[in-house]
């Protein structure tokens, strides 16, 4: 099932748009069924899962962060983890760095931006990263690599409105791209789309798609 789900998912990927498998809850066998059928990125959102995943399964796989990291846990995943979507704050982020600093590696990360309607969903809004890319200590961050944004639209049948939301996520994505601070990084990416909207992402330009339950079917 995993490698037909595979195979048809990345025949319908624009090129240029990266599949993440997102494996959480998912059992070790599935994610290296994935992984034998040439996937590489794999997501995951609970950082004692990742840890305990990381450790055992083949070292050339790039673990994405893509859950709500919460700062005393950075230090469990800084030495491996390839890339952390979910960056929602300033103290986070100096977190990150200050871990990174200390096993003298850079960590890749997203800048989480709230696009949806439901509140529960993290993420900066476009003020917010705009101060903290203002603050003077921004670069002080000399471990931390930002590549891009990530977003999660509402969980609706709206289609209308889910494009609307990516639509925000690609402005801000072009207007932090342009600021000063980030003269030195690379920004590159837009992580959005999930298993319901990916589609929908696609089309309003995303570069990484996050998706979990068509490839492994679905969660309890
Ligand atoms: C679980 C999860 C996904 C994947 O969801 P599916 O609907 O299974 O594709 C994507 N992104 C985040 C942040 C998630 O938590």
């Known amino acids: 099932m995993i490698q037909g789900n595979l195979k048809r998912l990345k025949k319908s990927l ?15 066998s599935a994610i290296l069924e994935a992984y034998e059928n040439g996937q590489l990125d794999f997501g ?8 305990d995943k990381a450790e055992s399964l083949p070292k050339d796989i790039h673990w994405h962060f893509i859950g709500h990291l919460q700062r005393n846990k950075v230090k469990y995943i800084a030495p491996f983890v390839y890339l952390i979507h979910g960056v929602d704050s300033f103290k986070l982020l100096k977190e990150i760095n200050k871990q990174a ?28 990263v705009i101060e903290m890319l203002n603050d003077p200590r921004f670069p002080d961050l000399e471990h931390i690599a930002i590549r891009g944004v990530m977003g999660m639209a509402t969980n ?62 679905s969660r309890k």
């Open 44 to 51: 995951e959102n609970y950082v004692q899962e990742l840890v």
């Open 156 to 217: 609706t049948n709206n289609t209308t409105q889910i494009e609307a939301e990516f639509n925000s996520l690609k402005d801000v994505f072009y207007h932090i791209r342009q600021h000063p601070a980030l003269a030195d990084h690379a920004v590159t990416e837009m992580s959005m789309g999930m298993t319901q909207d990916y589609q929908i992402a696609i089309n309003c330009g995303s570069t990484m798609v996050r998706i979990g339950s068509a490839i492994f079917g």
């Open 101 to 128: 600093k200390k096993i003298d590696r850079e960590i890749s990360v997203l800048l989480q931006i709230h696009i949806a309607q439901e509140d529960s969903k993290f993420g900066f809004d476009d003020a917010e």
């Open 14 to 28: 624009p090129q240029g748009v990266k599949l993440i498998a997102v494996s959480k809850k998912k059992p070790e």
